[in-house]
C-alpha cells in the first residue's frame, strides 16, 4: 500500500507538505462565526453572511485561478495567492466595522483561494492516472493532518486573542508560499511539452472553453451533485458551532469536537483510499455522499457532546470515501490543454456551498430552528447521492 504514496513524484510530496504546514495554521475561517458573534458582538445571520462572502470571492477565485493556471501557469498563481492571501489576513486582524468584515472576507478568499485549482491541476500534470487517486489522497491527508491541529490549536488560542489567529494564519500561509518559490518548478504543459509539440493546443480562449465546459453534461451533473453535497459539508463551519454555543458548548471544546473530523482522516484515510481503488467510483461517491447527509441529519437529533462526536463520525465516514475520488475523477474528465479550468469549475461547487449553504443555513436556523437544518442536509445529501448515481457510468476510472 505504502509504496504508491512513497513513489509520487518529489514535487507532489513538496506541496503535500505546504498544504500541511498552511492548513496547520487554517485558524480564521473555522472560528470566523464565533468570532464574529462572541468577540465583536454582532448577528449570527451577520456570521454566516460573512462566510458567504467568502464563498463568493472563493468563487470568483476558482475561475479566475483556474484560467490564470491554463495562461500563466500553476505556480505562478500558487504564489500570487498565498503571498497575497497572507498580506489581506493581516489586514483583517484589524477590522471592527460590518461592511469592513464582510469585505475583507471576500478579498481574502478572492486572492488566496486562486492557489486551489493551479495546486489539483499541477497534480494532474505531474501523475499518471493510475495513480492519481493515490496523489489526491496524500493531499486531502496532509489537509487534514493540519486541520487536525488548527482547531484545537486555534480555540486555546482564540481564548487568548483573536488576534493572533489572524497573525498565525498568515504566517503559515507565508511559509508554503516560500516552499513553493525555493523547491517547485512551473509544470503547465505546454512550457514542459507534456502534451506534444504543438504549444499552441493549450491556447484555448476563454469563451471556448467555457462552451465545452457547459456542454461536457456528464461533467456539470457532477459539478451539481458536488455542490450540493458540499452545502451539506458546510454547515459543519458555519451553523454547526452556532448550534453547539446555543445549546452552552463552549468554544475550547467546539475545537476538540470538530477536531475529530481531520483526526479520522489522517488515521484512516490512507488505508481507506488503498482499499477503494479496487472499486467502481461512481458506487463509492454514491455511498459516500448519503452517509454524508445521514451523518448531519441526526444532528439535530442530538443535544449531548458525546452524541455530537458521534454525529461527527458518521459523516466523516462519509467524506472519507468520497474526497479521495473527487478531484481525481475531475482530471479525468478533463482535457489536458483546460486541466486549470475544469479544476476551477469543479472548485466553484465548493465556493458556491460557501456563499449559498452558509448565509442560509444562518437564515433556518435563526427562523426555524436547528431540526429544519438538519433535517435539510439528509434531504440534500440523499439528493446529491442520487445525481452522483445518474452519472455513475461517466465516472468510471481510466484504464
Known sequence: MWHRYVNLPTPVHLLCLGTFINRAGTLVIVFLSIYIRTELKLSVELATWTIGAY????????????HLADWIGRRAVMLIALFGGAGVLLLFSTLESPAAIVTAAFGFALIADMYRPAASAM?????????????YGLMYYAINLGQSIAPVVGGYVAAYSYRWLFWGDAFTTSLYAGLILFTIRETLPRRTGQAGSNPGQFSVPLRRAAVHILKDRPFMAYVLASFLSAMVYMQSLSTFPICLSQNGIGVATYGRLIAINPIMIVLLQLPITSAIARYHRGTVIVAGTAILGVGFGATGLVASVPLYALTIMVWTL?????????????????????????????SMAFSSAI????????????????????????AVGLLASLIYRSIRAAIAAKP
Open 318 to 346: 462519509g467524506e472519507l470515501l468520497q474526497a479521495p475520488l473527487m478531484q481525481a475523477i475531475v482530471s479525468d474528465m478533463a482535457p489536458v490543454n483546460m486541466r486549470g479550468r475544469y479544476m476551477g469549475v469543479f
Open 55 to 66: 464563498g463568493c470571492g472563493a468563487l470568483l477565485a476558482s475561475v479566475i485561478g483556474g
Open 355 to 378: 456563499m449559498i449553504g452558509a448565509p442560509l443555513g444562518g437564515w433556518v436556523l435563526e427562523r426555524f430552528g436547528g431540526p429544519y437544518v438538519w433535517g435539510g442536509c439528509l
Open 123 to 135: 497534480i494532474a500534470d505531474l501523475v499518471e492516472p493510475h495513480d492519481r487517486v493515490h496523489a
